[in-house]
């Protein structure tokens, strides 16, 4: 992996972002695509998480990976949900790694915050009261089937966030 050059983490902190929780922002302004952090993750292989992680405190927090969940180390798993999200990511899966990338350029004391996908398990704090519904999804960011490729918009590989995505076990093996 070739070495990228990170946004100063001097100017992100984490404070409490009122009803959706603790969440990164901001001191100054970041411009866009710059590479804000890359987070190691811990990976649970499938049977492990289906029988214990799915129904602890780590399911809120876990990404969908080949062979199993992550959970994103460092500022990764602090990221809050947003239906315009200001940062998108990328998984590498050989390197066991997340790139997070601004996806335009963010002003000082804004929050940084990803898209977890539209099958949300909690209530949405961007739509109007009427319109929450709570998502009876997988409890992982990255759940859903959105189009709108928030996540590994900078696939190289040219395979689908999508596709990776809706793989099973078995047909992550064959590729």
Same mark, same amino acid.
């Given at each position: 992996?070739?070495?990228?050059?990170?946004?100063?983490?001097?100017?992100?902190?984490?404070?409490?972002?009122?009803?959706?929780?603790?969440?990164?922002?901001?001191?100054?302004?970041?411009?866009?695509?710059?590479? &804000?952090?890359?987070? !190691?993750? /811990?990976? %649970? *292989?499938?049977? =492990?998480?289906?029988?214990?992680?799915?129904?602890?405190?780590?399911?809120?927090?876990?990404?969908?990976?080949?062979?199993?969940?992550?959970?994103?180390?460092?500022?990764?798993?602090?990221?809050?949900?947003?239906?315009?999200?200001?940062?998108?990511?990328?998984?590498?899966?050989?390197?066991?790694?997340?790139?997070?990338?601004?996806?335009?350029?963010?002003?000082?004391?804004?929050?940084?915050? &990803?898209?977890?996908? !539209?099958? /949300?398990? %909690? *209530?949405?704090? =961007?739509?109007?009261?009427?319109?929450?519904?709570?998502?009876?999804?997988?409890?992982?960011?990255?759940?859903?089937?959105?189009?709108?490729?928030?996540?590994?918009?900078?696939?190289?590989?040219?395979?689908?966030?999508?596709?990776?995505?809706?793989?099973?076990?078995?047909?992550?093996?064959?590729?």
């Amino acid at each position: 992996m070739e070495p990228t050059q990170l946004f100063d983490q001097t100017s992100l902190y984490i404070q409490d972002c009122g009803q959706k929780g603790r969440g990164v922002v901001t001191r100054k302004l970041i411009p866009a695509r710059t590479t &804000i952090d890359i987070s !190691p993750i /811990l990976l %649970f *292989p499938s049977e =492990e998480y289906t029988l214990h992680g799915q129904y602890t405190q780590l399911d809120h927090y876990t990404y969908r990976w080949q062979g199993g969940m992550a959970l994103a180390l460092g500022l990764g798993s602090m990221f809050n949900h947003s239906n315009k999200p200001n940062v998108g990511f990328q998984r590498d899966f050989e390197s066991k790694l997340i790139k997070y990338t601004t996806l335009r350029e963010i002003q000082p004391e804004e929050e940084l915050c &990803i898209s977890y996908g !539209p099958n /949300l398990w %909690f *209530p949405d704090m =961007e739509e109007e009261p009427d319109q929450i519904s709570n998502g009876d999804s997988h409890r992982s960011r990255n759940s859903g089937s959105d189009l709108s490729d928030f996540s590994d918009s900078e696939d190289v590989t040219g395979e689908g966030f999508l596709a990776r995505l809706q793989l099973s076990d078995a047909e992550e093996e064959e590729t």
